[in-house]
């Protein structure tokens, strides 16, 4: 069996700030297109891609029209609930993915979002995820 384990994913996107909100009621109220050539100037030469992971944007919602997952993939989500990128950590996996929480393994386990890489459990935990033994 193929798998995909992941750190961390945003396969959702993410909330963080009320950004999506704030998007879905520019989307509702028509001045979305407007914001969004207003901020393409400031935030594209900094980070293009970061309008994209936030829930509701548009490379979200295509990804979900043409189906997330593939036959025949065990996919695996390590997450933390002291993520502070991905909001909500726990919510944003695909139906039907393994999620791993770091604080059911070690409720004393904060890490962030950009630690989950250099993180030990949550190396250990992939290892796991992909059938090497790592816990």
Not at 44 to 56: Q, T
Not at 109 to 119: E, I, K, S, T, V
Request: contains cysteine; charged residues 25%; proline residues 5%.
């Amino acid at each position: 069996m193929r798998s995909l384990t992941t750190l961390g994913p945003m396969w959702d996107g993410t909330e963080i700030g009320g950004l999506a909100a704030t998007e879905e009621l520019g989307r509702r109220i028509g001045t979305y297109d407007l914001v969004l050539s207003l901020e393409r100037p400031l935030v594209d030469p900094v980070c293009a891609g970061c309008r994209e992971v936030i829930h509701g944007s548009d490379l979200l919602r295509d990804l979900r029209a043409r189906e997330l997952s593939t036959d025949g993939v065990r996919y695996t989500d390590i997450v933390s609930t002291c993520d502070g990128f991905v909001v909500p950590a726990t919510g944003a996996s695909m139906p039907g993915t393994a999620v791993v929480t770091l604080q059911d393994h070690d409720p004393g386990n904060c890490a962030g979002h950009f630690a989950l890489p250099r993180d030990r459990l949550a190396r250990a935990l992939a290892l796991d995820a992909v059938g090497r033994r790592g816990v």
